[in-house]
Each structure stands twice: as C-alpha cells, then as structure tokens.
C-alpha cells in the first residue's frame, strides 16, 4: 500500500485527539500534510486550540494547522458539550497551547495542497462535519482528480443514530456538506457507528493505555475515563466507543475493517429523518455502488495496534 498523503479534518474532541496521535504515530503509512479544524463537537475556536494541545502533547509543533468553518452550510451549528465536556477535551487537562496556526483558511489550504499534488495523490479524512471539505469541493472542483480517496467517520448504517435515532452526528451537524462530498464521485470510505460501535475501549484496554507511563498515556487515558461514561450509560456498553481512530487504522492496515460497496444518500430535507445516511446494503434498488461502507474489524487487532503506536510518543 503506497503512503497515504494525509489532510485530517478534525473536530477534536477526545476520539479525534487519538486519531490525530495514531496519524503522527504512523509515519510509515502516513505523511500528514497538515490538520484542518471545524466547529463540531464545541465551537471551531476550541476544535482548533485543542488540535493544537494534542500536537504538542504529542512533541510536534511543527504539525501545520488551519482554522476552517465555524459553522455548517446552513443549518444552525450544534455541538456536542454533553458528551466531550466544554473544552472539547475534558479529561486531558493539557495547557494553553504556544504553537502557531498557520494563516489562511482550512478550505484554502485543502485547495492549494491538491492543485499541487499528482492526480489521486491526496487523502482527506473528515472525521467531524464536513463543512471544510465539501466548501473546498465547491470552491475549486479541479481538486477531485486529485484526490485518492476520502475516509470519513460518520453515519449509521443498521445502527440507530446517536443524535436522532435517524442520524449519526457529524452527518447530522452538517448532512448538506456530507452529501456535497458524497456526490463529488471521489472514492469515498465510511466508518459509521455499525463499525465505530464495537471499537470499544474496555477498562483492560483503557489499563493498557494508562500503562504506556508516558505523557500520550497519562492524556490518552483521562480523556477516556471522561468520554467513555456517556456511551456506556446510554447504550450498557462495557467501554467508550474509538470513533474517529477507526478512520486513522484503516489508512494503517485496511484489513482490520470489514464492509462492502454499496449505494449510499443522505438526507438533506426532512427534518424527521435530517443527516440520515440510507445505504441499500442488500443491493435491493440497483443503483450504482458510490460508497464502501464497514460494518465490522479485527477489534483485539485494533487496539493492539493502537496501543503499540501510541507507545512511541515519548514526548
Ligand atoms: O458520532 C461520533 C462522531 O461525532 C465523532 O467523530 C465524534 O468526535 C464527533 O465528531
Ligand atoms: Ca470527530
């Protein structure tokens, strides 16, 4: 598998913090380009502080990082306090960080890295709403050549949602952005919660983490003893599901996922079923497969992975 050119755009939030350090954990598989904030999970002024804490944290202020859009197309912003706490980070206790943004915006910066790359060169994971990438599709539509393929975390397939019962949130935030990117006919990747659902961080794998007796470990395992709480009330889950690291893996070792091609639409107009994601996974309508879609992985494969490339954080 050749390296991946990798833009993240993240909405950190403590499962994109451990993607964002699995990501400048990997750099075998993975040259990170730079990472591209959005208001998501809190507003974009924190998503972008707090990719900033995780960067230093993990001994890489050099990691280039752009600010993008502080809300979604066009619906209001919704941000997700209730689960992540009003830091976005609740758990880590890092400092304020010192690194500088880069200037200019994240949908430029998106724009400019393709138009100077080979075709099918650059991959862009969205692992928050995809305001960013869907602007910079409509923007400049002379990207998509250039792009290799688009992981995204987001969606519910046989799952309910875990905003509505129809919608999974990065969907719901932004379903707009989401069907903009879905119909840019770039090769598009999905995690939604069928997959995200069973990478569950249990008390034995969140020791293991706590155990890695470093910086990365000490924060990786207060943000998880924070995040895990809500999903293992609400759904009796014996850990805290690892969204966005999924996205991450799978740009590592593709044959930890399990999932298949098929026919994928988001709705964008009923406020019922808003940010749903409808895959005909039985293939009952005949359209033309446009998504590829897990719904399972290798979970002990995951974490063990995980945990080995988090332990080479030192910093
Ligand atoms: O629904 C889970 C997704 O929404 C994750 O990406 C989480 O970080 C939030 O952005
Ligand atoms: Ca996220």
Redesign the pocket.
């Known amino acids: 598998m050749t390296k991946r050119s990798l833009i993240l755009d993240?909405?950190?939030?403590?499962?994109?913090a451990i993607a964002i350090l699995l990501a400048l954990a990997s750099e075998e598989e993975i040259e990170l380009l730079g990472i591209t904030t959005v208001a998501?999970?809190v507003p974009l002024a924190l998503t972008t502080s707090n990719a900033c804490r995780i960067c230093e944290l993990a001994g890489r202020p050099d990691v280039k990082i752009f600010a993008g859009a502080s809300q979604p197309l066009f619906r209001k912003l919704v941000t997700?306090e209730w689960?992540?706490g009003n830091s976005g980070l609740d758990g880590a206790n890092l400092p304020d960080p010192s690194m500088p943004l880069q200037a200019g915006h994240a949908v430029d910066f998106i724009i400019d890295t393709c138009l100077a790359a080979e075709d099918k060169s650059i991959t862009i994971c969205p692992?928050?709403?995809m305001t960013n990438v869907a602007l910079a599709l409509m923007k400049e539509p002379t990207i998509i050549p250039k792009i290799r393929e688009i992981v995204c975390?987001?969606g519910a397939i046989k799952e309910l949602g875990?905003?509505t019962p129809a919608a999974?949130?990065?969907i719901y935030v932004d379903p707009h952005a989401a069907k903009v990117v879905l119909d840019a006919g770039v090769e598009f990747v999905m995690m939604p919660?069928d997959v995200?659902h069973k990478a569950l961080v249990t008390p034995e794998r969140l020791q293991k983490l706590k155990d890695l007796n470093s910086p990365v470990g000490e924060v990786c395992g207060g943000m998880l003893d924070y995040f895990n709480r809500f999903d293992m009330t609400r759904y009796g889950f014996d850990g805290g599901?690892l969204?966005?690291p999924c996205v991450i893996a799978y740009l590592i070792d593709p044959e930890l996922f399990k999932g298949r091609r098929v026919h994928l639409d988001i709705e964008t107009a009923s406020e019922l079923t808003m940010g749903n994601t409808l895959a005909d996974w039985w293939g009952i309508e005949e359209k033309e497969p446009n998504a590829y879609i897990c719904d399972d992985l290798d979970v002990d494969g995951f974490f063990d992975m995980l945990t080995k490339r988090l332990a080479r954080i030192k910093a």
């Not at 993240?10 to 994109?16: A, E, I, S, V």
């Open positions: 993240c909405d950190p939030g403590q499962d994109d998501g999970n997700a689960i992540h692992i928050g709403p975390m987001g875990n905003t999974e949130f990065n919660l995200t599901p969204h966005d």
